[in-house]
């Protein structure tokens, strides 16, 4: 009896002492460095030639007008923005250019005289287009220059349009196929 009590006794000692060692163990604070190296880091980009994408192009509604209202040029704001992320990392810029097809009824073709673009906006590293006729060709509405890196758009996009006195009555439609083109006008 006395050997289970000596046992329990010893574990019991063991195990203070155990937990009393934990609160006696030496702490270090804040000690001084006694040196110091550097190391280095890279990374080298390269550029993707294909990282540039037009993410939004205005479309326009000219809404209901009578043949004789037609003759007279009419604006509507086009919707979404003009919108183009570069990703490429270069300094080389863009072109965007418009051209519209031609606005058809069935096989009746709208006699248009002319249908044109404004852009609008507020980034230094874009320039506007005014009066982009976009019916005759393919014409300039937005240009970007080497710090157009990112996602830029325009403020807003305007198109008017002016038809002949001929035309007849109908629904017509019809596409603006945007285009981008590396390189801005400098």
């Keep these: 009896m006395f050997n289970l009590y000596a046992n329990r006794m010893r574990a019991l000692l063991g195990t203070t002492a155990l937990v009393a060692g934990l609160f006696i163990a030496p702490v270090f604070v804040n000690a001084a460095p006694l040196g110091s190296a550097s190391g280095s880091t ?4 390269t550029s993707d030639p294909t990282a540039i994408t037009l993410d939004s192009v205005p479309s326009f509604d000219w809404g209901s007008l009578t043949t004789k209202e037609a003759v007279s040029e009419h604006g509507t704001p086009g919707a979404p923005a003009l919108q183009v992320t570069d990703s490429r ?3 080389t810029g863009y072109q965007v250019t418009a051209k519209a097809s031609d606005m058809k009824a069935g096989a009746v073709n709208l006699p248009i ?3 044109t673009l404004d852009t609008v906006v507020n980034d230094a ?3 506007r287009a005014t009066n982009a006729d976009i019916k005759s060709g393919e014409a300039l509405v937005l240009s970007g ?4 890196n990112g996602t830029k758009q325009t403020q807003s996009t ?3 349009i002016k038809i ?3 035309a007849k009555v109908g629904t017509y439609t019809g596409t603006i ?3 981008i083109q590396d390189g801005a006008l400098r």
């Design 42 to 45: 890279t990374l080298s980009l």
């Design 89 to 91: 990392g270069t300094d």
């Design 113 to 115: 005289v002319s249908m």
């Design 125 to 127: 590293s874009l320039t």
């Design 145 to 148: 220059n080497a710090n157009t």
């Design 158 to 160: 305007n198109g008017k």
């Design 164 to 166: 002949m006195n001929n």
């Design 177 to 179: 196929v945007y285009i």
